[in-house]
């Protein structure tokens, strides 16, 4: 059975701290990883990645993938409370129209 | 913004009844998902549609039924609400060409008394 595992569940940090969200998966014919943030409202897209494309950065986030080892990680660095959200991770299946969603990151960031 | 809008944002509903969400796209997605989101268990994936009349289940579609009868509207229906079906329920469509993410509607917040 597919699955999508995250951890940790949930975090707390303060102001200027860097942190590291991690995403395992076990999927059959993988094609893309995608990460989104979540506040109290629907998930916003960061970054997809796929076999050409295994490291993205976007301002403090960055992410990259590691196919060989079958996980990703997000890293936000210089961290804000503005940061402060639910993390998800998805894996895009191939031969699918699926995307299996992970438990998600709550991350918490105090001034 | 993926031009999706759900309807209603709201709910309160009694055990027993009927409920529809609606899902409305205005950029010709093919592909569209319900999705419902409860704590500790994440996005979890009831239906999806991969073209007008063409649906499939996903994990959780027990108790929930879909239509999708013009490219725009993805109908999601529980024929008999439940209280286990109270829920944030989100729909979303596939991006189209080499960006293949997923973009989510706003949600709706169905309470099932």
């Known amino acids: 059975e597919d699955k999508v595992v995250q951890s940790p569940l949930s975090l707390v940090v303060h102001e200027g701290d860097t942190v590291t969200l991690n995403c395992s998966y076990e999927v059959t014919n993988f094609r893309s990883l995608l990460w989104y943030k979540q506040e109290k409202k629907a998930p916003t897209f960061l970054f997809m990645l796929?076999?050409?494309?295994i490291e993205k950065k976007s301002g403090r986030l960055s992410s990259i993938l590691d196919k060989k080892e079958l996980f990703s990680i997000l890293n936000i660095t210089a961290t804000q409370t503005g940061d402060s959200a639910v993390y998800l991770c998805?894996?895009?299946?191939?031969?699918?129209?699926?995307?299996?969603f992970g438990t998600g990151t709550r991350l918490k960031v105090l001034a | 913004d993926a031009g999706i809008t759900q309807s209603p944002r709201h709910k309160v509903t009694e055990t027993g009844t009927p409920v529809t969400l609606r899902c409305h796209q205005t950029?010709?997605?093919?592909?569209m998902y319900w999705y419902r989101q409860d704590p500790g268990h994440g996005l979890r994936l009831i239906h999806y549609?991969?073209?007008?009349?063409?649906?499939d289940k996903g994990e959780v579609s027990d108790g929930y039924s879909v239509s999708r009868s013009k490219t725009e509207d993805f109908l999601l229906t529980l024929e008999s609400a439940t209280s286990s079906q109270t829920s944030v329920y989100f729909c979303?469509?596939?991006?189209?060409?080499?960006?293949?993410?997923?973009?989510f509607g706003p949600g709706t917040r169905l309470l099932v008394l």
């Open positions: 549609s991969y073209g007008v009349k063409d649906t």
């Open positions: 998805a894996v895009h299946t191939s031969g699918t129209y699926k995307y299996i």
């Open positions: 950029e010709n997605h093919r592909y």
């Open positions: 796929t076999s050409s494309g």
């Open positions: 979303a469509i596939r991006g189209q060409g080499s960006v293949e993410t997923q973009y």
